[in-house]
C-alpha cells in the first residue's frame, strides 16, 4: 500500500481523499520548519510550505506549491497560484517568480503538474508564458471528483424557496445577487435568499461594503454569514431550490459542481472552467459575460468597484433565469437531473481515481 501525502484540507481534497485509487492511501501531511520559510513568503497560507515526512511516498499539492526532497506532484485550478509569493516579503517581478518556479518545475523529483480544467491547462502559456518542454510533457488534466448526494423528487414540484450564494461576495456577483433578489421578492414574498459569506464582503472599499451590508441586513428574508462544509453540505444544500453564483471570476467552480449533485439548478457565468462543467439550458443556465469589458477589465482576486452598466445588463439576464426557474417547475426537475447525470458521467470519484491510478503507477 503507498500513501499519498496531501498538502491542503480543501473540498476538492476532501471529497476525493475518501476514494482512493487501489493499491494506494491518502494522508494529510503538515509542513515543516525550514529556513524557506522565512526566505519566500505569501498572503496565502501553505505557498512553498516544505515538506519531509518518511511515511509519504508521493506528496499531492491540490492548491499551492510545495517544496521537498520527496516526489511530488501538484493539482492546481490555474497557473497564477504558482507565483503568489515575495521574497522576504519585498514584492519579486513576475517574470522572475515564474522562471524560478520553472525551475522547480524542471526538477526530476516533480512528477506531474495536473490541471483541474483545460482553461487552466490553458494558463500554463498564457498566464505562464511556459515554452519549457520538460514543463509541457508534465502537464495534464484531470477533473476533481464528486458524488452525488440523495435526492428527494417533491424538490422539484413544491414551490421555491430558498436560493443560495457562496464565496467572495464581490468577486462572484454577490452584489448582482442581492439586487435581483430585493427586486424579486417585491413578486415572490415568500423567497429566502442565503448568503454563504464574511461580512467583510472581501473588498477593502468599505463605502461599497457599508452600502450592501445596509441592504442585507434591511431585508427579513437575507441571511449572511460564513458557515463550515460540513454545515453547507449537511444544512444548507439539502434545503437549497436554486444556487446563483453569477461570478465575474474563478479558477475552477467547485462549489457550483458541489450545488449539482445535490441536483440542484445553477445559474452562473460563462468564464473559465465553467462551461466545461455546465452545458447552458442542458444542465444549468450560463449568463454571457466573459467578452464584458468590465470582465476583462478586472485584475487580482479583489473587487473594489462595480460598473453600472455591467451590473444592469446582467442584472437583467439573472432576473429572468430566475424567474424562469421558478415558474417552470419542469425546467428545474430537467436540469437537476441532468446536473446529478453530468457529475456521474464526467466528475464521479471513479473516473478521477482510475486516472489518479494510472499517473501514481507510472511515478
Known amino acids: ?53 518518511g511515511r509519504v511516498d508521493l506528496y499531492e499539492a491540490p492548491i499551492f506549491p510545495i517544496l521537498t526532497r520527496k516526489n511530488w506532484i501538484y493539482t492546481p485550478a490555474d497557473y497564477s497560484g504558482t507565483v503568489n509569493f515575495t521574497i522576504f516579503n519585498c514584492p519579486v517581478p513576475r517574470s522572475l517568480r515564474l522562471k524560478a518556479v520553472e525551475k522547480i518545475f524542471e526538477k526530476d523529483n516533480f512528477k506531474k503538474l495536473i490541471f483541474k480544467s483545460h482553461a487552466g491547462l490553458e494558463t500554463l502559456y498564457t498566464y505562464g508564458n511556459c515554452s519549457n518542454s520538460k514543463i509541457i510533457d508534465k502537464a495534464c488534466v484531470v477533473y476533481p471528483a464528486i458524488r452525488t448526494r440523495p435526492l428527494k423528487m417533491n424538490k422539484y414540484t413544491s414551490p421555491v424557496k430558498n436560493l443560495l450564494f457562496s464565496g467572495d461576495f464581490f468577486r462572484k456577483g454577490g452584489a448582482n445577487v442581492v439586487d435581483v433578489f430585493i427586486e424579486l421578492s417585491i413578486g415572490y414574498p415568500n423567497l429566502f435568499l442565503t448568503l454563504c459569506c464574511d461580512r467583510s464582503l472581501s473588498t477593502s472599499n468599505s463605502i461599497l461594503r457599508e452600502r450592501y451590508l445596509k441592504k442585507i441586513d434591511s431585508h427579513p428574508n437575507i441571511r449572511i454569514g460564513k458557515v463550515s462544509r460540513k454545515d453547507m453540505l449537511e444544512s444548507i444544500l439539502p434545503l437549497t431550490d436554486i444556487f446563483i453564483s453569477p461570478t465575474y ?96 458521467a464526467k466528475f464521479s470519484p471513479q473516473i478521477r481515481a482510475d486516472k489518479m491510478l494510472n499517473i501514481y503507477n507510472s511515478i
Open 1 to 53: 500500500m503507498k500513501t499519498i501525502g496531501l498538502t491542503e484540507r480543501h473540498g476538492i481534497a476532501d471529497e476525493y481523499a475518501k476514494f482512493p485509487p487501489k493499491g494506494f492511501k491518502y494522508t494529510f501531511s503538515s509542513p515543516k520548519s525550514h529556513i524557506t520559510n522565512k526566505l519566500i513568503t505569501s498572503s496565502a497560507k501553505g505557498v512553498f510550505d516544505y515538506y519531509d515526512e
Open 249 to 344: 471570476q474563478e479558477t475552477f467552480g467547485f462549489a457550483i459542481l458541489e450545488a449539482m449533485s445535490f441536483g440542484i439548478p445553477v445559474i452562473s457565468s460563462n468564464i473559465f472552467a465553467i462551461p466545461e462543467i455546465i452545458d447552458s439550458m442542458s444542465d444549468g443556465i450560463l449568463i454571457d459575460i466573459k467578452e464584458a469589458d468590465f470582465i476583462k477589465s478586472l485584475k487580482g482576486y479583489r473587487v473594489n468597484k462595480l460598473s453600472d452598466e455591467f451590473n444592469c445588463r446582467l442584472n437583467d439576464k439573472l432576473y429572468n433565469s430566475i424567474v424562469l426557474l421558478i415558474n417552470d417547475n419542469e425546467m428545474r426537475k430537467q436540469l437537476g437531473l441532468n446536473a446529478i447525470k453530468k457529475c456521474e
